[in-house]
C-alpha cells in the first residue's frame, strides 16, 4: 500500500543550465525508477548536501521527500515518517504549499500503514487544507489515504468507496496501469481485514498481474507476500509457499543489502555531521548567551547597588529634612518674638523720626535741631541748659535778641541777673 501510495517529489522548474544539486536530483530520479534504491539514495544524499551548502530550501525539500520515499519502497515506514516530517518543517517555514501537500500526503500513508490512526488524521488535516482538487493525482492520493483512515476504524465500507472512487478517477484521468494496480492490492487489503479471503485473492492476483507486466518488481514482491498471507490464513500452504519464495527472489533481486547499506551509513555520517555542526553553533550560542547574561547581571548588580546606596542617601537627606523642620518648629515661636520687638523698634524709630520733623516745624535752630538739647543739672529745664550754652551763641544773632523768642533781655543796672 505504501509503496504506490507516495507521492513523488519532483524538483521545480529546472534553469537552463541546472546546479550541480539538480543534476545530482535528477539522476537519482531516474535510478529511483529503475528501482536501484542505493544507488538513488547515494546521489539523494549528495544533492542534499548541495542543496543545504548552497542554502536551496526547495532543492533541500524534494532531497528529504525522495529519500523519504526509498526507505517507503523498501517498506521502512518509520524511516520515511522521519524525513517527510523534516521536509514538511522546513516546507511550512517557506510556505510552499506544493510541497507541504505531498508531504502531508505521504505522512498520511505511513502512517495508515503503521496503524498510527491519531497521526494519520492529524496529516489529513493538513492535506484536505491545502489546494489538491485542481490535480487529478492528488485527488487519487487524498482517496487513497481516506480509505486508509477508514480501514483503521474498522468501517471497511468507507474504505472501499474510497478506493472504487479513486479507481474511477485513474481510469477517467488516465494515470496509468501502474496506479489502476496500487488500488487493486489495497482492495485485496481492504477485503482481507473484511474476512472476505476470496475477494481478496481476487484483488491481489490483478494486482501482481499488472505488476508483472510493467516490471515493477517491487510492487510485484510487495503483492506475492500478501498472497503468501491470505493463503496461509486459508491453510493453502502449496501456494502460501509458492509466493513465499516468489517474494524473497525478488526481494533479493531487488535490494543489494550490501549496497543499501553503505549508501544509508553514507546518509547517517552526513546527518552526524551537521547534527555536530548544530551541536557546535548552539554551544557557541550559549556561550555568547552566557557572556552576555553575565554581563547583564554585572550590570543589574551595580545599579541594584547604586540604587540601594541612592536610596540610603536620600533616607538620611529626609532624616536631616525631618530634623530641620523640627528645629523650624522649635525656632518659630522665638522668630515670632523676634519679628514683634523688631516691630517695637520700628515703631520706635518712626516716633522720633516724627518728633524731630515736629521740631523742625516749629522752627528751632539749627545747632538745635541736629544736636539734642541737655537738661541743666541745677534747673533741670530748658531755660537752664540755655544759660549753661549761652556763651557759645555766635554774636551775630545778639542783635537781634529781641526778634529770637529764646533770648532773654538784659537786666537793668543795678538788678541781679538771678533774681530775675
Not at 474498522?154 to 478517477?169: E, F, P
Not at 475477494?199 to 494486482?207: F, L, N
Not at 523720626?353 to 530748658?382: V, Y
Amino acid at each position: 500500500m505504501v509503496a504506490m501510495c507516495l507521492v513523488p517529489m519532483q524538483t521545480a522548474a529546472v534553469a537552463e543550465k541546472p546546479t550541480d544539486g539538480q543534476m545530482l536530483m535528477q539522476r537519482g530520479n531516474r535510478y529511483l525508477n529503475y528501482e536501484q534504491y542505493s544507488e538513488a539514495l547515494s546521489l539523494y544524499t549528495k544533492a542534499l548536501e548541495e542543496a543545504v551548502k548552497k542554502d536551496d530550501k526547495a532543492l533541500q525539500t524534494s532531497c528529504l521527500g525522495n529519500i523519504g520515499n526509498v526507505y517507503g519502497f523498501m517498506d521502512n515506514a518509520e524511516r520515511a515518517v522521519y524525513y517527510y516530517k523534516k521536509g514538511l518543517e522546513i516546507s511550512q517555514k517557506e510556505n510552499n504549499t506544493i510541497q507541504q501537500l505531498k508531504f502531508a500526503l505521504n505522512l498520511t500513508a505511513c502512517d495508515c500503514m503503521l496503524g498510527d490512526l491519531q497521526n494519520a488524521k492529524k496529516y489529513y488535516m493538513i492535506q484536505m487544507s491545502l489546494p489538491y482538487k485542481a490535480d487529478p493525482l492528488m485527488r487519487y492520493y487524498a482517496y487513497c489515504n481516506a480509505s486508509g483512515i477508514a480501514k483503521l476504524e474498522g468501517n471497511y465500507d468507507v474504505a472501499l468507496y474510497n478506493q472504487q472512487k479513486a479507481l474511477q478517477l485513474a481510469k477517467d484521468s488516465n494515470l496509468g496501469n501502474a496506479v489502476e494496480a496500487a488500488i487493486h492490492s489495497d482492495l485485496g487489503k481492504i477485503y482481507y481485514a473484511a474476512g472476505k479471503y476470496n475477494k481478496a485473492i481476487d484483488e491481489h492476483h490483478k494486482a501482481y498481474d499488472i505488476f508483472g507486466s510493467i516490471k515493477y518488481r517491487n510492487q510485484e514482491a510487495l503483492v506475492c507476500r500478501d498472497l503468501y498471507v491470505v493463503y496461509h490464513k486459508l491453510g493453502n500452504m502449496k501456494l502460501a509457499t509458492f509466493y513465499k519464495n516468489r517474494y524473497l527472489t525478488l526481494n533479493d533481486s531487488i535490494f543489494d543489502h550490501q549496497r543499501m547499506n553503505a549508501a544509508s551509513a553514507r546518509l547517517f555520517d552526513y546527518e552526524r555531521q551537521q547534527n555536530d555542526a548544530t551541536i557546535s553553533r548552539l554551544s557557541n550560542r550559549n556561550i555568547y548567551l552566557g557572556c552576555t547574561a553575565g554581563i547583564f547581571l554585572m550590570l543589574s548588580l551595580s545599579v541594584a547597588y547604586l540604587y540601594a546606596r541612592l536610596r540610603q542617601r536620600n533616607r538620611r537627606l529626609l532624616e536631616t529634612q525631618r530634623i530641620l523642620v523640627k528645629k523650624n518648629e522649635e525656632l518659630l515661636p522665638n522668630d515670632t518674638e523676634n519679628h514683634e520687638l523688631r516691630r517695637q523698634y520700628i515703631d520706635v524709630i518712626d516716633k522720633q523720626k516724627n518728633n524731630a520733623a515736629s521740631i523742625k516745624e516749629e522752627g528751632l535752630p539749627t545747632a538745635q535741631r541736629h544736636r539734642p538739647l541737655r537738661q541743666h543739672h541745677h534747673t533741670g529745664n530748658l531755660h537752664g541748659a540755655w544759660l549753661q550754652n549761652r556763651h557759645r551763641i555766635h554774636p551775630g544773632f545778639q542783635e537781634n535778641q529781641r526778634h529770637d523768642p529764646f533770648t532773654i533781655p538784659k537786666a537793668e543796672e543795678g538788678t541781679d541777673r538771678c533774681t530775675r
